[in-house]
């Protein structure tokens, strides 16, 4: 069945620092890759997405990129933040139906 | 602003009662979605609705029903709860379309099975 596969689990740095975050898919068809945050106690909220007809999107000090070859897509973090600690997620809604399959998430904390 | 509610933030129930966890959303969409997140799991997806009557199984629908008897409120129900059901309950919703746009998350239900 469809599968989203998320790492790390867990990924601390230093403040300034960049992280990454990487997701794999399963499902060749897969449109659509969002980006969810999670900070301690609130709900997801969407921070970035990516359709399939585009490589890579920024905003400010996030982007996202998606190798749609290799069926996958990362979130990255440049001069990361207290406030950037939390939970993120990656999704790949499955194509052709209306699953929303989301990966198991990474724990970033950044590290004053 | 959008807006999904769910009825509690907290719940405690007894092993073996029935238990409904409502979901209401104020932006007339089609889709909802009920989710349980649990440390190392991330989202696991139960049941999942793309309009009213219609509902689908997620990945883990074993031990859940929902129910969709109008647009934009979505149940679940845990017919006989168990301790194993205990956990972190988010529900979602989206506009029409098929997995390719934004969810919107309610605050979730952390339901404890004593």
């Known amino acids: 069945g469809e599968n989203v596969e998320q790492h790390p689990s867990t990924l601390s740095v230093q403040e300034g620092d960049s992280a990454v975050i990487k997701c794999t898919y399963s499902?060749?068809?897969?449109?659509?890759f969002p980006w969810y945050k999670q900070e301690l106690g609130k709900r997801p909220q969407l921070i970035i997405d990516i359709r399939s007809n585009v490589g890579e999107k920024k905003d400010q000090r996030i982007a996202v990129t998606l190798n749609k070859t290799a069926k996958h897509f990362s979130l990255h973090i440049t001069e990361t933040q207290p406030e950037d600690s939390a939970v993120y997620f990656c999704?790949?809604?499955?194509?052709?139906?209306?699953?929303?399959?989301f990966g198991t998430g990474t724990r970033l904390k950044v590290l004053a | 602003d959008v807006k999904v509610t769910q009825s509690s933030r907290y719940l405690v129930k007894r092993t073996g009662e029935k238990v409904f966890l409502e979901c209401v959303q104020d932006m007339d969409h089609e889709n909802m979605f009920w989710y349980r997140q649990d440390p190392g799991l991330g989202l696991r997806l139960i049941y999942f609705s793309y309009d009213v009557k219609m509902k689908e199984k997620g990945d883990i629908p074993e031990g859940y029903s929902v129910s969709r008897e109008k647009k934009e409120r979505f149940s679940l129900i845990l017919e006989s709860a168990s301790t194993n059901q205990t956990s972190m309950y988010l529900c979602?919703?989206?506009?029409?379309?098929?997995?390719?746009?934004?969810?919107?998350f309610g605050q979730g239900t952390r339901l404890t099975v004593v």
């Open positions: 999704a790949a809604p499955t194509s052709g139906t209306y699953k929303y399959i």
């Open positions: 979602a919703s989206s506009p029409p379309g098929q997995g390719n746009t934004e969810a919107f």
């Open positions: 499902d060749s068809a897969s449109n659509y």
